[in-house]
């Protein structure tokens, strides 16, 4: 072979090895768009204080990732607290991420115009207002005046409806509201069921503090607790403190008798969903859960994401056997006591609950296919409607950054961690709760 032949030749490898080498950076820099498109994702809407965005960037994999172990072990959890680069420019994520997403498939290539993120439809970021909501109260150093000067500001509602009642009825709200399925709307629940349901909620079911004219003593600020069901609850002798609140929020499997040193024993308002109660029933009878407390100043707060709360409210508000549905009896509903009435019961409205995955937990859980089932858990329903009502919030067993060092609940027999499902986004959640006590807006037992 002469020696131009074998310098053509290698001249021809070379260039071969080149091109091998290009195609391959060309993929691996595109497969960094894909935690890059996720970052954006969790920008928040255009307009908001974007410093105020709850959550850093490079945790969204092991997000995903922690969703199919059922406790969360280390990976993930340390990340969340690292300030990621959220809104500079592209960085790539820290080796040890590198390689996950490289296990994704091949990525699509992406969009020609690389744009900022469009609003999808099944957002929809637009809401029923109601000035009613403004006149409540009138403190002065209430949330509603404190909020304006945080990073919340800009994404809080006043007066968006946080309870839907009879005034919410009509032809053109369900046309808006059946586009959202779940708890996000009224989809899936058909017209004739929910003016059944609504027509029977009078304006004490339309506010929070129905018998604040009663019980306010001259006071201008609702003071309230809201206590999670944590295990950071378990020996903390809050009991006494959280009773001395004007009310008390509690949730799901909430347990009293027995834990009254700890967690108090009045409950003012229980917020669950048909489907909740009925787990807690299950789960935790042998922890002592029942049912709902029943006393004379509790009030029920429906998280309706499924036709059968609009049908066991009416049930049990007029004391009518439940018709149809996996609570269908021959006897009315007795979960709620003998004395319920309507003005006993309230709902929230799908609107608040939209807003608050929107504005406060928009996890990138949307943008998997885990989209429809993804809601803010009950627990955050309830604390972000007390931040929305009540004027001073003290939240109780509520996660927090050691919750590994707690057992799931503070009623557990024996230590089991936190599960996390795709259902809910607890680590966001935790991380809006540290984000609200920093501000100022709420104050978080932190068991320090
Ligand atoms: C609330 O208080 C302000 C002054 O602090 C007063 O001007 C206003 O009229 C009050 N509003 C209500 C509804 O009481
Ligand atoms: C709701 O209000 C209407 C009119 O005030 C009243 O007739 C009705 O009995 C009330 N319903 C309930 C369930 O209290
Ligand atoms: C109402 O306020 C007065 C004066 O502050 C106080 O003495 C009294 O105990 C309060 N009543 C109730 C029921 O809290
Ligand atoms: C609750 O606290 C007690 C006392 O600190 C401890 O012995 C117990 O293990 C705790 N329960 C759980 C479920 O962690």
Wanted: glycine share 8%; net charge positive; proline share 8%.
């Amino acid at each position: 072979m002469t020696a131009g032949g074998l310098r053509r030749r290698l001249l021809l490898s070379f260039l071969g090895v080149c091109g091998l080498l290009c195609l391959y950076i060309l993929c691996v820099s595109l497969q960094f768009r894909v935690p890059w498109r996720m970052v954006q994702a969790r920008l928040p809407l255009p307009g908001y204080a974007r410093e105020s965005h709850p959550q850093p960037s490079s945790s969204s994999d092991s997000r995903i990732l922690a969703w199919d172990t059922p406790h969360p072990g280390a990976p993930g959890g340390q990340e969340e607290q690292t300030p990621g680069a959220r809104h500079g420019p592209p960085t790539p994520p820290p080796s040890k991420l590198r390689l996950k997403p490289t296990r994704a498939p091949t990525p699509k290539p992406p969009p020609p115009t690389p744009k900022r993120p469009t609003e999808p439809p099944y957002i929809g970021d637009r809401y029923a207002r109601e000035e009613f909501w403004r006149a409540q109260t009138n403190c002065s150093a209430g949330i509603r005046r404190k909020v304006a000067g945080t990073d919340f500001g800009a994404r809080f509602l006043a007066d968006i409806p946080v309870l839907q009642w009879r005034g919410h009825i009509s032809a053109a709200e369900y046309e808006r509201l059946r586009r959202y399925p779940g708890a996000h709307g009224w989809g899936g629940v058909d017209f004739d069921t929910l003016v059944s349901c609504l027509s029977i909620l009078n304006t004490s079911s339309r506010v929070m503090f129905d018998d604040w004219g009663r019980r306010s003593n001259g006071s201008t600020c609702v003071r309230c607790a809201v206590v999670g069901n944590g295990g950071i609850l378990n020996g903390s002798r809050k009991g006494r403190e959280i009773d001395q609140h004007d009310y008390v929020f509690r949730v799901n499997g909430a347990v009293v008798q027995g834990f009254e040193e700890d967690v108090g024993s009045r409950t003012s308002f229980y917020t669950f969903s048909t489907n909740t109660m009925r787990n807690s029933m299950r789960s935790y009878a042998s922890a002592g859960y029942h049912g709902p407390p029943v006393s004379e100043e509790t009030r029920y707060i429906f998280l309706p994401d499924h036709d059968r709360d609009y049908i066991l409210l009416r049930a049990a508000a007029t004391h009518t056997p439940i018709e149809r549905g996996p609570e269908r009896s021959k006897d009315p509903p007795k979960y709620f006591g003998e004395h319920a009435t309507a003005d006993t019961f309230k709902i929230y409205h799908p609107d608040f609950v939209r807003y608050l995955r929107n504005r406060f937990l928009r996890s990138s859980t949307l943008r998997t296919r885990y989209r429809d089932i993804y809601r803010p858990s009950t627990g955050a329903v309830m604390l972000l409607a007390a931040l929305h009502t009540c004027d001073q919030v003290s939240a109780y067993g509520f996660m927090t950054p050691d919750y590994k060092k707690y057992s799931d609940h503070y009623y557990d027999k024996k230590y089991r961690g936190v599960g996390f499902f795709a259902n809910h986004d607890l680590r966001m959640e935790m991380s809006l709760w540290q984000q609200l006590h920093r501000a100022g807006l709420i104050r978080l037992y932190m068991r320090e």
